[in-house]
């Protein structure tokens, strides 16, 4: 089986480094805008062939879209001149239904599109950052909707179990809504922390607490502005409940109030 990376940053990178296809005696080909991100994943064994258009990789059994999302839908219009009818597309992005909506916009078999994102990303960006571990455990959600051809959703499996993630299948929108709070809030408290310093400037170094509350603050701010406004309505609910439980907080401390800070700073059980 041929796999197509379109995209050879820390996720495409470490899909090819984490592919073990020379035990299944499979090809990972890869292409990127960048030349020298085609030659770094070359060279460290993340993909077994350069190809030299996105086009071209339609012609791999599996293509996984690995790009900036604001990339994707020229990205599904160049594949679709040459996509396969047995062939199946898939994408790492993390939010889901305007990725679902670009498949039926622009491809002619979009029932063989699976919707996927791998909850393992971290802060750094670019071939570099690849790691062939990265998905060890990690869970990787697949949004099939009823359209989706069943053998396209068993390679997309197939090849996440290969790379020793664990796939899971949920609703696009209920992805969208859950990773909003579980991801999208974080950034947006991390970027503001980190503005909130720039601005107000520290003697003291931060903690662990600081660290870990403001280490997404070093993501790429352009792929972040896509992302957010892209799954806005899901992340403007959880920043007005967010909001109104900050408000609550900072009423309990104008009034002094010692049993309300209490109920809300009560420990969450694991």
């Known amino acids: 089986m041929r796999v197509a990376l379109i995209g050879l940053g820390g996720i495409g990178a470490s899909v090819g480094l984490a592919y073990q296809h020379a035990a299944l005696g499979d090809a990972v080909w890869g292409y990127d805008i960048d030349a020298d991100a085609v030659q770094g994943?070359?060279?460290?064994?993340?993909?077994?062939?350069?190809?030299?258009?996105?086009?071209?990789?339609?012609?791999?059994?599996?293509?996984?879209?690995?790009?900036?999302?604001?990339?994707i839908p020229e990205v599904l219009r160049q594949l679709a001149a040459r996509q396969?009818?047995?062939?199946?597309?898939?994408?790492?992005?993390?939010?889901?239904?305007?990725?679902?909506?670009?498949?039926?916009?622009?491809?002619?078999?979009?029932?063989?599109?699976?919707?996927?994102?791998?909850?393992?990303?971290?802060?750094?960006?670019?071939y570099r950052a690849a790691r062939a571990d990265l998905f060890q455990g990690a869970?990787?959600?697949l949004t099939p909707t009823p359209e989706t051809d069943a053998d396209a959703l068993e390679r997309v499996q197939s090849l996440v179990r290969a790379v020793r993630a664990?796939?899971?299948?949920?609703?696009?929108a209920q992805h969208d809504r859950e990773f909003a709070l579980l991801s999208f809030l974080p950034h947006?408290?991390?970027?503001?922390?980190?503005?909130?310093?720039?601005?107000?400037?520290?003697?003291?170094q931060g903690g662990g607490s600081w660290q870990s509350a403001t280490r997404v603050a070093r993501s790429d701010p352009d792929l972040w502005s896509h992302l957010l406004l892209l799954n806005r309505e899901a992340t403007l609910q959880w920043l007005n409940r967010l909001t109104e439980r900050l408000q609550q907080v900072q009423n309990a401390l104008q009034q002094g109030d010692h049993e309300q800070l209490r109920a809300l700073l009560q420990p969450i059980d694991d």
């Open 166 to 172: 664990v796939p899971i299948r949920m609703d696009a």
């Open 188 to 204: 947006c408290l991390a970027f503001s922390l980190a503005a909130l310093h720039a601005e107000n400037p520290t003697q003291l």
């Open 41 to 71: 994943a070359l060279a460290m064994g993340a993909i077994d062939q350069p190809i030299g258009s996105v086009a071209a990789c339609a012609d791999a059994e599996v293509v996984v879209i690995a790009t900036p999302p604001r990339a």
């Open 84 to 126: 396969r009818p047995d062939g199946v597309i898939t994408d790492v992005a993390s939010v889901k239904q305007p990725l679902l909506a670009w498949a039926r916009a622009y491809l002619p078999y979009p029932n063989r599109f699976v919707g996927g994102h791998p909850i393992a990303g971290t802060e750094r960006h670019g």
């Open 139 to 141: 869970q990787w959600a």
